[in-house]
């Protein structure tokens, strides 16, 4: 969910400081993405089967899917995802 949400707010950035920031999220959707990568290996390697399934994805998340529109929403959103990622860790 963090990876979409992410890929979102990078394709939709948009204002003065749009560019920088918008580069800053699809870093982070990239990061996020290797993230799950290593679990789904890590799941593999202990014979099970990483769960994929679209819908129940937002259901097992910690963090929601929010479409922002500005770009100090779609900051305050990321940063509440990754407020509630380390809770969870």
């Given amino acids: 969910v963090c990876v ?3 890929k979102r707010h990078y394709f939709t950035a948009c204002g003065l400081a749009a560019q920088s ?3 800053e999220f699809n870093v982070h959707a ?3 993405l290797a993230h799950a990568d290593l679990l789904a290996a890590r799941i593999v390697q202990l014979g099970g089967e990483p769960d994929f ?3 129940s994805l937002t259901k097992r ?3 929601d899917y929010v479409p922002c529109l ?3 929403e ?3 959103e990321n940063l509440v995802a990754e407020r509630i990622a380390v809770d969870a860790y």
């Fill in 4 to 6: 979409l949400r992410y």
């Fill in 21 to 23: 920031v918008a580069n």
């Fill in 30 to 32: 990239q990061e996020e």
């Fill in 53 to 55: 399934t679209p819908d």
């Fill in 61 to 63: 998340s910690h963090a």
């Fill in 70 to 72: 500005s770009l100090e």
């Fill in 74 to 76: 779609m900051i305050h």
